[in-house]
């Protein structure tokens, strides 16, 4: 009687420990599913039904697991964060190591993880629709800022990063810039791999883009001015800017630049016409721009590169983030054909540059070219143009000079001629 006992109590544990299992597993599976789902479809976007038609449970089977959607979330939310500690807290707390390898294989490691906190859509859903959660991912975020902030100081203890450029311009150089590059929509259009990217980045923002030797002067944090525009362009362009598309009306432009709506209507028959007029004006100004500058001289060519990266700046900065996003939503052709045309004007002036400047032996020859026209175009588009800088989240905008200081010179201290750099 006691053996049965005794065996009755075996069965019963090992039935018990056999479903503690599969419900361990279930969990583990409803993590991935999600994971997939709320990072790429969208948290609200995803329901409660296709997460447990996917692990082929029923709905109340899952709410068993989470007892809600939001819960469910957490889970997902906690595990990424586990996984990308268990990967960095070794090379945050390896001060023995070189500062550059530690941040390089900080990013390498962390990036197919963290990149999936990083796209804005993805982001504003949670925050609007799981508030709960995405406090504590924020406040997550910021304690692994702090973190990387240690290595840093780190390197300017031990004499391995720049002192003339604030810790804090750097910290927000790279938060800015790691950001847009864990982002897959920035080089989707492109022939760059996010491997080559995230190397070409971590390549400039060590190193920066000139030979050791050459020591740049500081740049002006002004904005390039531009011959005035005709006075309905300026106008349009200034409502445009501050109302965006649809909300500025050909009555307000028209009464701004005195004229009567006729003669308006005669020059543009619409607005779309007025709009188009104003981005035609701007390619003009920065092809005008172009065509001045030579990178052929040597004495010359730091001084026009900066003027490039400033000029270029300055034309995306008459167009504000609402005016483009309106244009985008009412006239997506011309939105389109425009984005395409600056981002191949601007790799082709920069291509340029570069190429120029490694004949001169002023730019590093083992520069990765294709990744590193990338950086310098998201650079400028997310941390130099106004409202860019405006809508920085979590870090205050640097200066325009100490941008470029890092995209020229690298956050490393510069101790002499690169030992790949060719003598002229």
């Not at 109590?9 to 994971?35: G, P, Q, V, Y």
């Not at 709410?63 to 997902?76: G, N, T």
């Not at 052709?333 to 001169?360: K, N, V």
Request: proline share 4%.
């Amino acid at each position: 009687m006691m053996e049965f006992r005794h065996l009755f109590l075996f069965f019963a544990m090992s039935k018990k420990e056999r479903s503690e299992r599969t419900d361990s597993e279930l969990r583990s599976r409803a993590i991935e599913i999600a994971l997939e789902a709320f990072f790429t479809v969208g948290y609200s976007q995803t329901t409660a039904d296709a997460i447990a038609k996917e692990l082929q449970v029923s709905k109340k089977r899952l709410y068993q697991l989470f007892p809600s959607k939001e819960d469910l979330l957490h889970a997902v939310a906690v595990h990424v964060m586990q996984i990308i500690e268990d990967l960095t807290d070794k090379l945050y707390n390896d001060h023995a190591r070189p500062v550059d390898e530690r941040v390089s294989a900080l990013v390498t490691q962390i990036s197919p993880h963290y990149a999936r906190f990083r796209s804005p859509r993805i982001l504003k859903d949670i925050q609007r629709n799981a508030p709960n959660v995405w406090s504590e991912i924020d406040a997550w975020r910021q304690i692994r800022y702090l973190r990387f902030r240690a290595i840093i100081d780190d390197g300017i203890a031990q004499g391995e990063i720049r002192t003339d450029v604030g810790v804090e311009d750097i910290l927000a150089v790279y938060s800015v810039m790691v950001n847009k590059c864990m982002d897959y929509a920035t080089y989707e259009d492109t022939d760059v791999s996010s491997v080559e990217l995230y190397r070409g980045l971590m390549d400039v923002f060590f190193k920066g883009i000139l030979v050791s030797s050459v020591i740049a002067s500081k740049s002006s944090d002004h904005p390039i001015e531009f011959a005035p525009r005709k006075e309905i362009i300026r106008e349009a362009e200034a409502l445009f800017y501050r109302y965006g598309y649809s909300k500025t009306t050909t009555d307000d432009i028209a009464k701004e630049a005195g004229v009567s709506k006729r003669t308006l209507y005669e020059r543009y028959p619409r607005k779309s016409d007025l709009s188009l007029a104003v981005l035609l004006q701007a390619a003009r100004d920065l092809k005008g721009l172009c065509n001045e500058l030579s990178f052929d001289e040597t004495e010359s060519y730091v001084a026009n590169l900066q003027r490039l990266i400033l000029g270029y700046t300055s034309v995306l900065g008459r167009f504000s983030i609402p005016f483009m996003l309106d244009l985008q939503a009412h006239t997506p052709a011309t939105y389109e054909s425009l984005m395409r045309w600056r981002r191949r004007f601007l790799a082709g002036e920069i291509q340029r540059a570069l190429t120029s400047g490694q004949h001169l032996g002023l730019i590093r020859h083992d520069l990765a070219l294709t990744s590193t026209v990338l950086v310098l175009r998201i650079a400028i588009e997310n941390l130099l143009v106004p409202d860019a800088r405006a809508s920085m989240a979590n870090v205050s905008a640097p200066p325009i000079s100490a941008v470029c200081s890092v995209l020229l010179s690298g956050i490393s201290p510069r101790t002499g001629r690169s030992p790949l750099q060719p003598k002229h």
